[in-house]
């Protein structure tokens, strides 16, 4: 896991909202970071940071607040991006994977036939919790073909321990800001 030291600047920028969607989630809210052009442009300019040395062909956006980070990134370093969409959203075929919830399951799909063979991928998504989310979009990136070529977040929470699941299933990840306690 890396974090950049000097990005008090950013954490100042995103709102906490206590008890959302549920009693005792602190909700780290960066609809506030978004609506700061100067802000956002300095986020995706770390974010590029990260990225470049990492030699990737493709970012992977998780739906829905990855794919307005992914998108900004993925023109910046001027590679293409492959959506991870929540079911019955992609209008070709599409190929999924199912994966565990606190209460349940969900399902991320991508189009079949989108990833040529050992497609260097970095997955991009706001934030990091359990790391369930991206722990599915690397297995569907993993059976398509793709080479998971890292995870790149802005936020880690890091007391929920999914970077260090994410570690231990062989993705590199890379956060800018971490709120430790949550
Ligand atoms: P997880 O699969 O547990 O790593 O959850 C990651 C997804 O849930 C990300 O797409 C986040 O946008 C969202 N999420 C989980 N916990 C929070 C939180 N405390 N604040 C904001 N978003 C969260």
Known sequence: MSAFSGNDDLKALIRTIPDFPKPGIQFRDITSLLLDGAGFSVCIDRLVTVAEPLRLDLIAA?????FLFGAALAKALGVGILPIRKPGKLPGTPVGVDYALEYGTDRLE???????PATRVLIVDDLIATGGTVLATAELIRNHGGVVAGALFV????????????????????????????
């Open 62 to 66: 998780v739906e829905a607040r990855g």
């Open 155 to 182: 936020i880690d929470l890091p007391d929920l321990g999914g970077a260090a699941r994410l570690r231990d299933a062989g993705v590199e990840t890379h956060s800018l800001i971490a709120f430790e306690g949550d």
């Open 110 to 116: 991508m189009h079949a036939h989108d990833l040529q």
